[in-house]
């Protein structure tokens, strides 16, 4: 059995003066990744680790994350960034066999897209949310579209 946490970056600035990798998270993306993971924490879902693009923003979500959890830092996936659904699908197939939960911190369209497939559940998916799929299966690998349940969908509550 896998799970996977889908983990769309928090709001993140479009300020001009930053190229899009290093666009920070506004003071409320900041505060929604927070609440965000209390949320996850108090329904008991803490993923072993965190996997996230290198974009600054997905970082700064991912830290905030891993840090009200308890968790390792994240470790950075090149891949993540800027992805299309097909080389999301192949990054969780090579994501490591010994976690059976991970949680990815990525971009859209790609996570809002690859949480459809994965699950045949259609979500809006708003900076910030968060979608835990699970799998039956033993590895990665065998990560396929319609082969996970969605067990879990949160997203923070506009407030900007």
């Known amino acids: 059995m896998k799970k996977l946490l889908l983990i769309r970056h ?3 600035t479009h300020e001009s003066g930053y190229i899009d990798f290093e666009r ?15 949320r996850l924490k108090a329904h008991n879902i803490i993923p072993q680790i965190l996997v996230a693009s290198p974009a600054l923003r997905t970082l ?4 905030v994350i891993a840090e009200h959890m308890g968790l390792a830092k994240p470790e950075e996936i090149k ?10 699908l192949e990054v969780i197939g090579n994501l490591d066999d010994q976690y059976d939960f991970i949680g990815l911190v990525g971009h ?3 996570i809002g ?6 699950s045949g559940q259609t979500k809006d998916v708003p900076p910030g949310a ?9 590895s990665w690998t065998a990560v ?10 949160d997203s923070p509550k506009d407030e900007d």
């Open 108 to 110: 859209n369209p790609a």
């Open 144 to 153: 396929r579209p319609n082969t996970g349940k969605l067990l879990f969908y």
């Open 79 to 88: 891949a993540i960034y800027d992805a299309r659904t097909d080389e999301l």
């Open 113 to 118: 897209q690859i949480l459809y497939d994965l």
């Open 60 to 63: 700064a979500t991912a830290d």
């Open 10 to 12: 928090a709001r993140a």
């Open 130 to 138: 968060v979608g835990l799929i699970e799998f039956d299966i033993d």
């Open 24 to 38: 920070p998270l506004k003071p409320s993306g900041l505060r929604d990744a927070a609440i965000m993971a209390g």
